[in-house]
């Protein structure tokens, strides 16, 4: 497989620890318990853009597994290093104009209530539980973004790999057979550690307003942590 899929992995969770670690790093280490409105609106956007990039590059990369699979005597004519830097800035715009809307309305938004967050990082649905308008519509929107993309991009994910295991499955040689599921092994694994961290957070935000406290900042930390822990080891 292209050695560039790696790489965006690589950048979008060196991404994630940049964006999070001054702040979380500056509750934990120094007991620096504040930060200024407008810095607080940009991790906001930067985290949740590199959320669907990470899930854009995890599409990018099922489609990298498809051709290398079903179709690898054309591999290097379709997956040119020209068309997956094309395709990395195309994951990369789709994510920065989707959350660019969402992230400006909390700029307009009057804040009366506590301004406590629930965790040492700045969340759209944390922000916007501290406005006090109706924030109904702001709500579900984030939860409509991970529909739209998110859930869209693995479903699609899952159908690239129902298409990859007939292939696999129609290989004569058990020994090739092992090969080809192999490659993919590591990919499924992100995967898994991936959507089933992001979605969670997502709804618990949305729906979860009894969950106690201590599943919220869980979640979150274990989302923002677990994968970038786990990579390095799921691709040694």
Known sequence: TNPCSTCYVASTDLGVTLTTMPTVLGVLWLNHREIDHRACFSQAYFIHTLSIVESGVLLAMAYDHFIAICNPLRYTSILTDTRVM??????????????????????????????????????????????????TFNHLNPVVVVFAMVLLNFFIISFSYILILKTVMRIASGEDRTKALNTCVSHICYILVFYVTVVGLTFIHGFGKHARHVVHVMLSYIYFLFPPLMNPIVYR
């Not at 990369?92 to 506590?114: E, K, V």
């Not at 301004?115 to 109706?134: E, G, M, P, R």
């Open 86 to 135: 094309k395709i990395g800035m195309g994951v990369l715009t789709r994510a920065s104009l989707s959350i660019m809307p969402i992230t400006i309305h909390l700029h307009w938004f009057p804040y009366c209530r506590s301004h406590v967050l629930s965790h040492a990082f700045c969340l759209h649905q944390d922000i916007t539980k501290l406005s006090c308008v109706d924030i």
